[in-house]
């Protein structure tokens, strides 16, 4: 059965619960890596990406930071993508749950990331401490207060742009989700259709921009019910 999704139904994941079982967050890790991989996803992030290099100088250092990294899987993307390129980009994963930041560090084997266990709502970084703050797949997690805290501390901490890549909430993106995931783990399967259901219209998403006060980014629906936020200073 269907949930109502004419509003966000925001409740905590399985995943990010603290006593969550290991074993199943690691697995669940796993899957979403697959995901990520089959569908492509981290072309949604790595496409603004491009767009934002066609300004930047021949070997100018390049710093990201990717908020809530999971296990850093979209700080490698980029990281690939810049080497084919020639960029000198230099990230930092931060994500604030023990088990899932310990994975990142688990399977971090890149000079050029390195990982902080921290708060993405509390950040321990100075004003424009990076070029470009990104996000994928947190937001969601947030309330709308929240949400704007977050879009107010990337904003804070970027000396050029930001990019919020998340989910849009859709009927047929429910029905999508739970049939894919049929066969997945317990957590999986329980925490992807929650993600469908406390995800974003397009209109909350720009409602959301303006009360944070980025309204130098931009919304762009990506493949398979995904959006991108993200702009330039």
Not at 66 to 91: M, Q, Y
Not at 131 to 160: C, E, G, P, S
Not at 198 to 216: H, I, M, N, S
């Amino acid at each position: 059965m269907i949930p109502d999704l004419t509003h966000r139904n925001c409740k905590e994941e399985w995943m990010d619960e603290p006593d969550a079982d290991p074993r199943l967050v690691a697995k669940s890790l796993r899957y979403i890596r697959v995901i990520n991989r089959i569908f492509r996803y981290t072309q949604a992030t790595l496409s603004h990406l491009e767009q934002f290099s066609q300004r930047w100088k021949p070997g100018e250092r390049i710093s990201i930071v990717d908020l809530a990294t999971g296990s850093a899987d979209i700080p490698r993307a980029i990281l690939k993508w810049a080497n084919r390129r020639g960029f000198d980009v230099h990230v930092v994963g931060v994500d604030r749950h023990p088990i899932i930041s310990h994975e990142a560090l688990d399977r971090h084997h890149e000079s050029r990331l390195t990982i902080v266990r921290a708060d993405a709502l509390d950040l321990p970084f100075a004003d424009r401490s990076f070029d470009y703050v990104i996000t994928n797949m947190f937001t969601h997690h947030l309330d709308d207060d929240a949400v704007v805290q977050l879009l107010r501390q990337m904003d804070r901490i970027a000396r050029r742009g930001i990019v919020m890549a998340d989910l849009e909430r859709d009927r047929r993106a429910y029905r999508w989700i739970s049939l894919f995931t049929l066969l997945a783990n317990p957590m999986v399967r329980h925490d992807a259709r929650v993600s469908v259901a406390q995800a974003f219209t397009r209109d909350e998403v720009l409602q959301l921009r303006d009360r944070a006060g980025v309204g130098y980014t931009h919304y762009h629906p990506h493949f398979a019910y995904r959006f991108v936020l993200a702009g330039e200073k």
